[in-house]
């Protein structure tokens, strides 16, 4: 029996690859590890995903917000590539505002032979599978969906988690217990979905008052950022991190949390994929029907009914972004102690985290 190669494509951040998880073990069940097709801020993601053999990068001109001129090298490279993998099949995963088709275009033309995506637009002979975009559904199940078009189904006893392979890199946290310490991640890629600034500084200092552990963590571009933030709190109780580790060492600090707090960012979705609970300031510039954190304990501080809901803008402008203003310093510390309750049973380090140990109040 000859083998089928089978690639998957989310060419965006890491957040969204981390999202295509469920997706890659779909299509990996049929037998062969999948070749990942991952954009230039995706591709660390795509190598810690269960069932991804091979890692290919494509720097796209049509998914950047910020994108670069087409240059026809960097397409040559990509059929090359995709035809040197032996690539047989391929489902090509987007968000609602990207298109599929100038990948299928650019995958028939390495010799793709079926192609599946979600797709608005008639793709004429780029598609074999079209699937419609459902509102309704989160972007983890959007993807399944495609893979369901292509044939591709979860394994009996998957139950569709998040997933990330790190156990077997030896990666580690802080050096701090388990549960003893809370990352607050302040920044993300799209300024209108990050932290707010002042509640997030009054947070980290509620918490060290309560001599809780913070870690401040963010990329080496959101330094001075997290450094505002962590201003007015006990320094000896706050670790900043900031672009000094690995992507699987972030996510291993992640993993040792006794929970996140951040924005709508792609720390999210790697901390559902480690399994700790998350406290989010959701704006709701996109559906938390469709990005909400996915099967992990999760309190969203956003108001969805404003009623500029659904404005996909990067940068609100709006004084003061009322949609975020549920997210305060003492909300942020009720959903911490709410979600302590609720995985107490697994995790009884947590407690220890929402309430600050002896001598809290």
Known sequence: MSIVTRLVAR????????????????????GEPVVFLAGPHGAAAASLLPGVG?????????????????????????????????????????SFHQSPLPLALLLRQAGV??????SVDYPGSLLDARVGYDES???????????????????????????????????????????????VHPGASVPARALPVRPTAE???????????????????????????IASAEPALVDLQCGSTSLAAFAAL???????????TGSV????????????????????????????????LGNPDIECAGCRSRRCPVEGQPCLAPFTAE??????????????????????VAHGGAGAG
Not at 164 to 170: F, N, P, Q, R, T
């Open 331 to 352: 909300a942020a510390l009720r959903a911490i102690e709410q979600l302590a309750g609720q995985v107490m049973a697994e995790r009884p380090a947590l407690l220890a």
């Open 137 to 183: 559904l989160h972007e983890v199940e959007q993807s399944l969906l495609v893979c369901a078009a292509a044939g591709h189904r979860l394994p009996s006893g998957d139950d569709g988690r998040l997933r990330l392979e790190l156990d077997a890199l030896g990666e580690e946290g802080p050096g701090w217990p388990d549960g003893t310490y809370v990352v």
């Open 113 to 118: 032979g079926a192609i599946a995506a979600t």
């Open 11 to 30: 060419l965006d951040n890491i957040g969204d690859v981390v999202l295509a998880g469920p997706a890659v073990r779909a299509v990996a069940a049929a």
């Open 54 to 94: 091979e890692v290919l990068t494509f720097d796209a001109p049509w998914i950047p917000y910020e994108a670069h001129p087409v240059d026809p090298s960097a397409l040559s490279r990509l059929i090359a590539d995709v035809r040197r993998a032996g690539v047989d099949e391929a489902v090509i995963l987007t």
């Open 203 to 229: 947070l980290i200092g509620r918490l060290t008052e309560r001599g809780v552990r913070v870690v401040v963590s963010g990329t080496e571009a959101e330094r001075t950022l997290c450094v505002s933030v």
């Open 269 to 300: 979705h790697l901390a559902a994929a480690v399994g700790t609970p998350i406290v989010e300031a959701f704006a709701p510039v996109v559906s938390s029907v469709r990005w909400r954190p996915w099967q992990v304990p999760h309190v969203l």
């Open 254 to 264: 992640l993993r040792g949390a006794g929970v996140v707090v951040c924005g709508n």
